[in-house]
């Protein structure tokens, strides 16, 4: 199975702030990474698929870029909506698998 | 609008059994699969599998076989899960999603089932 390792697990920043999320497989994946954010007591949100492909609707704040087994999510300029747990998903084989999440909280 | 509503918050004793439910809408059924993922209390999430709602067909997560069926009727543009015998440490929120083929990113989720196993 393919691990998925996010880093740092949880994080604190302002509002306005620019943060970077990371994410590593333990084999490559080509570009079939998707990222997802998930509000308390909320279904999951998708954000980005094909590691850099925004979602339709999404604000232009959120990016994602890198292929193989390294990837990140951006927020530029936080807003207060944005302060939720996120998480990426490969979907290069099955089991598809998620990362163990990252808490962005309200410094 | 795609639209994916789930059934209700299920509590069951250990040794039972459950059926989820996933009715889909806004959106051709058979053009998508239905995923369905496990968040236990605090905690991330976990693929559980896919249906194929066109042909029926299943992929499941090794750690889920045996004990998940995962079935649909198209003519109600509906997908289930069942789950049996159920322990406490099935306790989770249920969700089902719809995933893109073949790509297999979730772009729409249901609102999640609580399914409560405690004697």
């Known amino acids: 199975d393919i691990q998925m390792t996010q880093s740092p697990s949880s994080l604190s920043a302002s509002i306005g702030d620019s943060v970077t999320i990371s994410c590593r497989a333990s084999?490559?994946?080509?570009?079939?990474l998707s990222w997802y954010q998930q509000r308390l007591g909320e279904a999951p949100k998708l954000l980005i698929y094909?590691?850099?492909t925004l979602q339709s609707g999404v604000p232009s704040r959120f990016s994602g870029s890198g292929s193989g087994t390294d990837f990140t999510l951006t927020i530029s300029s936080l807003q207060p909506e944005d302060f939720a747990t996120y998480y990426c998903?490969?979907?290069?084989?099955?089991?598809?698998?998620f990362g163990g999440g990252t808490k962005l909280e309200i410094k | 609008q795609v639209q994916l509503v789930q059934s209700g918050t299920e509590v069951k004793k250990p040794g039972a059994s459950v059926k989820v439910s996933c009715k889909a809408s806004?959106?051709?059924?058979?053009?998508?699969?239905i995923h369905w993922v496990r968040q236990a209390p605090g905690q991330g999430l976990e693929w559980m599998g896919w249906?194929?709602?066109?042909?029926?067909?299943?992929n499941y997560a090794r750690k889920f076989q045996g004990w998940v069926t995962m079935t649909r009727d198209t003519s109600l543009t509906t997908a289930y899960m069942e789950l049996t015998s159920l322990k406490s440490d099935h306790t989770a929120v249920y969700y089902c999603?719809?995933?893109?083929?073949?790509?297999?990113?979730?772009?729409?989720w249901g609102q999640g089932t609580l399914v409560a196993v405690s004697s």
């Open positions: 249906i194929n709602t066109n042909t029926g067909g299943t």
């Open positions: 999603a719809r995933g893109e083929i073949p790509a297999d990113y979730f772009d729409s």
């Open positions: 998903q490969q979907s290069d084989n099955t089991p598809l698998t």
């Open positions: 806004g959106y051709i059924f058979t053009d998508y699969y």
């Open positions: 084999q490559s994946i080509g570009f079939h």
């Open positions: 094909a590691a850099s």
